[in-house]
């Protein structure tokens, strides 16, 4: 059965940084495509980073780049999003997903993020 947890969201001010973590189960982690993606309150979800190979390639938007990293912990099956420099404009639900080349595409919960002063 596959699960798939997101936490470390929460509120912090400008400038400030977070740190997301996304811990699956249930498939092959190196397997698949693992991504973070975000939705604000009355727009789509979109795609904010992601690691793209079993080599690690990693590809961000435009609009993270320079402030998050997204990295990977094999042994323990976890994805991260490392959020510096927050913005207002980063308040989101954060999402985790993986994809493998089959088509497989699994979700988790999400988790708020809220830019703030």
């Known amino acids: 059965q596959v699960h798939i947890v997101e936490s470390g969201g929460g509120s912090v001010q400008p400038g400030g940084s977070l740190r997301l973590s996304c811990l699956v189960s249930g498939f092959s982690f190196s397997n698949y495509r693992m991504s973070w993606y975000r939705q604000a309150p009355g727009k789509e979800r979109e795609l904010v980073a992601a690691i793209i190979s079993a080599a690690g390639t990693t590809n961000y938007a435009d609009f993270v780049k320079g402030r998050f990293t997204i990295s990977r912990d094999k042994s323990a099956n976890t994805l991260y999003l490392q959020m510096d420099s927050l913005k207002p404009e980063d308040t989101a639900v954060y999402y985790c997903?993986?994809?493998?080349?089959?088509?497989?595409?699994?979700w988790g919960q999400g988790t708020q993020v809220t830019v703030s002063s």
């Open positions: 997903n993986g994809l493998s080349a089959r088509g497989s595409d699994y």
